[in-house]
């Protein structure tokens, strides 16, 4: 699924350059960064827990998932913070291209 968002980012980066330029690139860059980083910190989180102990599995999901979302909005402040001017669109368009890819995973893993 990872590598499923990876290239969902980068074919949202090589849409907006096409589209805008460089700087709708960059945006959308940006934009499956703060998707895509914070769910590979999810799923390392989750995955190190030790799936023997029933509560420790549980709260690594919780915790993960917390962290996940934090992540996400730190990185959205912070990119608006470094870039003020940056064109929301492609950035925010590429973020949802990349989570969608999270929410059809269980459709695209049955076949």
């Known amino acids: 699924m990872l590598g499923a968002q990876a290239a969902t980012a980068a074919g949202a ?5 096409l589209a805008g330029g460089s700087a709708a690139a ?10 895509l980083l ?3 910190w999810f799923a390392w989180r989750l ?6 102990e029933r509560g420790s599995m549980l ?4 915790i ?7 992540s996400i909005a730190v990185a959205f402040m912070a990119i608006f ?4 001017e940056v ?3 492609p950035l925010i368009l590429a973020f949802i291209a990349v989570q969608t890819v999270h929410w059809f995973a269980p459709l695209l893993l049955e076949q």
Request: glycine letters at 10%; proline letters at 12%; hydrophobic letters at 60%.
């Open 59 to 62: 709260a690594a999901l919780y």
């Open 64 to 70: 993960g998932e917390g962290v996940k979302l934090a």
């Open 81 to 84: 913070r470094v870039w003020p």
């Open 38 to 40: 914070p769910q590979v």
């Open 87 to 89: 064109p929301p669109l």
């Open 47 to 52: 995955f190190a827990a030790d799936p023997a």
């Open 26 to 35: 960059m945006a959308a860059a940006l934009g499956g960064l703060a998707c």
């Open 13 to 17: 980066t090589l849409i907006a350059w």
